[in-house]
């Protein structure tokens, strides 16, 4: 089956740091591949996509580029805030229907002024 | 932009009651979902539903039931509560475009059963 692994941390930086949230994958076929961002007291929402091979989803600041051959789609970021401070999801749909997303454990990242 | 409303925030309920989670999403989508937010577990797929009056269990169903009779509105059941299904529930809802289509999560309800 499918799964997806990430660092569940805590993962903590000062502000201004760079960022890495490592993410692999295991699927068969070509999955999309997304990261949603959980801030406290509140439900996941998409942060960034890709849809195939060495596309690159970006937002906020944030990227993630789509790794076939390392099956990986890393989450980063040049200059952490403060307001980063979340919980960071990856996940996979692999177009298997309405039940094709699987997730990561999630990363809790902690950004300190 | 697309709303997930569930009704509660916050529900405290004793063992043994039966317990209702509602969900209702703005933007037409067809596809619904149900996961329960543990620690160290991740989210865990409880209930789905493609089409009104349909339903697909997930990966963790037992102890839960769902009810779609409308397409925006998806129920999810605690038939006798326990004090394991004591969790933080979130309701998500996707249009069927693709498999690049991203989930619109709620809030979530934070439910306590003592």
């Known amino acids: 089956g499918n799964s997806v692994t990430q660092m569940e941390g805590p993962v903590t930086l000062s502000e201004e740091a760079f960022l890495t949230i490592n993410c692999t994958y295991t699927?068969?076929?070509?999955?999309?591949l997304f990261w949603y961002v959980q801030y406290p007291g509140e439900g996941l929402q998409l942060l960034l996509k890709a849809t195939k091979a060495d596309d690159k989803g970006s937002n906020k600041g944030f990227e993630a580029t789509y790794r076939k051959e390392t099956t990986s789609f890393h989450l980063e970021k040049g200059s952490v805030q403060v307001s980063d401070s979340a919980v960071y999801f990856c996940?996979?749909?692999?177009?298997?229907?309405?039940?094709?997303?699987?997730f990561g454990k999630g990363t809790h990242l902690i950004i300190q002024p | 932009d697309v709303k997930v409303t569930q009704s509660s925030r916050y529900l405290v309920k004793r063992t043994g009651e039966k317990v209702f989670l509602e969900c209702v999403q703005d933007?037409?989508?067809?596809?619904m979902f149900w996961y329960r937010q543990d620690p160290g577990l991740g989210l865990r797929l409880i209930y789905f539903?493609?089409?009104?009056?349909?339903?697909e269990k997930g990966d963790i169903p037992e102890g839960y039931s769902v009810s779609r009779e409308k397409k925006e509105r998806f129920s999810l059941i605690l038939e006798s509560a326990s004090t394991n299904q004591t969790s933080m529930y979130l309701c998500?809802?996707?249009?069927?475009?693709?498999?690049?289509?991203?989930?619109?999560f709620g809030n979530g309800t934070r439910l306590t059963v003592t």
């Open positions: 998500a809802s996707s249009s069927t475009g693709g498999y690049g289509s991203p989930l619109h």
């Open positions: 699927a068969t076929g070509y999955p999309s």
């Open positions: 539903s493609y089409d009104v009056k349909m339903k």
């Open positions: 933007m037409d989508h067809e596809n």
């Open positions: 996940a996979l749909s692999d177009g298997g229907g309405a039940d094709g997303l699987t």
